[in-house]
């Protein structure tokens, strides 16, 4: 009957890819990096009782624990031997300074906050509000000692985390001491403020009162280097130009980084390598190994045998030991195929970049990409990828992150890296004349003439890479 519905069954074949969870929990592991799967791994023996670490040696602590003072003193036959100034706690007269080696430990891994704000309370009187005010001020400038925050916005959060609003006053006088503080340029505005401050502080003379005026009217024109229309506006000669310019070249653009003492680890990043790589030069091998030492995990002997079943208390301890159990095994299984999936991986980037290996030399990089690792593992791309995401290598000529040693090649016609371009322009770019430097269209035709024929649009692409400006903003005078 018409309009009327009908029910009707219908087979269908449909390809679905679905991960379990397994393959979910290896995802993870493989993008971690050492010192994350260490973590990883301490978290899971302090979380589940049924894993340990196997073959734990036994802590012989008691038959050694003669402190360092015992051992230095053992040095000496007996008492009579001993130096005098061994028997006293500090030996100074009462005109020597007396430090202390903890103070001096800590001075030395001092924060840039902490140096600015003892600066600032050793070279400036200040009442306690507004020296609490510049303190804030101090904690808001960033890495290279800028204020990116308005004034306002600290007087609100002073508001809020102290519970009285200073004025107007009290804020210009903090603020200016603070831009007081050497070095000069802290507590700068932005780069233009930066230059200021800085040569408001160099004596006199005719290139700096050139390069005052420079900055203060005629920074557009300074930081795009129109160097002629800069000169027609100042109505100087060339000669004097130059000496302004040099001046400003002088300055620092980032006054935080040379505070002494200053042990930022915003500015020091400290890299783990995940992977060893060794050459032996008369076998013509390589060997790779993991960097960190990932202990060997096994399941604690008491989760190994199962109670006789008497009582439902008993019935629920068992469960809980067969469910501590089989977690257990499977993080040490997922640790097992960790490591072999990203020592796969790595012996795999080494059998590609052989060359670069052996001397170090980035113009020895061969165009790899995330497929040509995965069609010689066997593993998914996506698996390739989160293994190298991150990781580092380290080698007898430094430590390189594994992103370095991927690269497409230019085009399909060629056979260079990357790399290897990227070496050939910086080398034609240092090499020009910076009265006149090269255009991009110019440096394609430098690289076409030494073997290299790509697209105008790449030299760009791999110009900007490299750091270098176009050509106007290349100039010099």
Not at 53 to 78: H, K, M, R
Not at 224 to 243: A, P, T, V
Request: aromatic residues 6%; negative net charge.
């Amino acid at each position: 009957m018409a309009g009327k519905e009908r029910l009707e069954q219908i087979q269908a074949t449909r390809l679905l890819q679905k991960l379990n969870p397994q393959q979910l929990a290896l995802g993870r592991l493989l993008e971690m990096t050492g010192l994350e799967f260490e973590d990883e791994i301490k978290h899971e023996l302090d979380d589940n009782p049924a894993l340990e670490i196997a073959d734990q040696t036994q802590d012989n602590t008691d038959d050694f624990n003669e402190s360092s003072e015992q051992l230095q003193l053992a040095d000496y036959a007996d008492e009579d031997e001993l130096p005098s100034w061994r028997l006293n706690a500090n030996n100074h007269s009462s005109d020597d300074p007396y430090y202390d080696a903890a103070v001096l430990a800590a001075d030395d891994s001092m924060s840039t906050f902490n140096i600015l704000t003892r600066r600032l309370d050793d070279e400036h009187q200040l009442d306690l509000a507004t020296r609490h005010i510049a303190h804030e001020i101090i904690g808001n400038l960033d890495d290279n000692g800028y204020l990116t925050r308005s004034l306002d916005e600290i007087s609100d959060d002073i508001a809020i985390s102290e519970g009285f609003y200073p004025t107007n006053h009290q804020i210009n006088i903090a603020y200016e001491a603070v831009r007081a503080l050497d070095p000069a340029g802290i507590g700068a505005r932005d780069l233009r403020d930066c230059l200021l401050l800085q040569l408001n502080r160099i004596k006199p003379s005719i290139p700096v009162l050139t390069a005052k005026e420079i900055v203060d009217k005629y920074f557009d024109l300074f930081s795009k280097k129109h160097y002629d229309r800069l000169q027609g506006q100042l109505e100087i000669s060339r000669e004097n130009l130059s000496d302004a310019l040099d001046v400003i070249k002088s300055l620092n653009p980032k006054p935080a980084s040379s505070i002494e003492g200053a042990n930022s680890a915003d500015r020091v990043r400290h890299i783990t390598p995940d992977f060893v790589v060794d050459y032996d030069e008369e076998s013509d091998k390589f060997s790779v190994s993991m960097a960190n030492k990932i202990p060997e995990l096994a399941i604690e002997e008491s989760f190994s045998v199962e109670p006789v079943i008497q009582t439902k208390a008993v019935a629920d301890a068992i469960t809980f030991i067969r469910k501590k159990r089989e977690e257990a095994n499977s993080f040490i299984k997922l640790v097992e195929l960790r490591s072999l999936t990203l020592l796969a991986i790595m012996r795999a980037i080494v059998e590609i970049q052989k060359d670069f290996f052996i001397t170090g030399d980035s113009a020895d990089l061969r165009p790899m990409i995330l497929k040509d690792i995965s069609s010689r593992t066997g593993l998914d791309i996506s698996v390739v990828s989160r293994a190298t995401a991150g990781k580092y290598v380290v080698t007898a000529h430094g430590t390189f992150p594994l992103k370095l040693l991927f690269n497409e090649k230019p085009s399909t016609e060629s056979d260079a890296s990357t790399p290897e371009i990227l070496a050939a322009l910086s080398k034609i770019i240092l090499a020009e004349d910076k009265n006149s430097p090269l255009s991009d269209r110019e440096l394609q035709l430098a690289l076409k003439d030494m073997g290299y024929d790509i697209a105008r649009r790449t030299v760009a692409k791999y110009r900007e890479r490299l750091g270098m400006p176009v050509a106007r903003l290349r100039k010099t005078i």
